[in-house]
């Protein structure tokens, strides 16, 4: 164990600097646990923020699908009363013509 190279450099408790090392030691184990921590709730909560935005989607989604649906039914109604007022044009082109045809038979008469 005295031979190999890399024990001088270890502190040990006898040694002065085994204080520092301690510290240094503590230090570094309360870094770790507090950036852990951060790292977690930093997690926590951009995996809220990302549901947030999912919720938030699906309320769209449900939005558009309605205005989506109501516009169906807005041009399925339109649909049925512009051909109704074909019909009735064409009705009316129908009478219109119907009275010039008596108006000119009774002229002619």
């Not at 005295?2 to 090392?21: A, H, L, R």
């Amino acid at each position: 164990m005295g031979d190999d190279p890399i024990f001088p450099y270890i502190p040990t408790i006898d040694e002065p600097m085994s204080t520092f090392t301690y510290a240094a030691l503590c230090a570094l184990i309360s870094g770790i646990g507090v950036g852990t921590a951060a790292l977690v709730w930093w997690i926590r909560k951009e995996i809220s923020r990302i549901e947030e935005r999912m919720y938030q989607h699906e309320i769209f989604i449900s939005d558009t699908s309605g205005t989506i649906a109501q516009m169906s039914t807005d041009i399925a109604v339109t649909r049925e009363a512009v051909e109704n007022i074909e019909a009735a044009v064409k009705e009316t082109k129908t009478s219109i013509a119907e009275i010039n045809r008596i108006l000119l038979d009774g002229r002619n008469t």
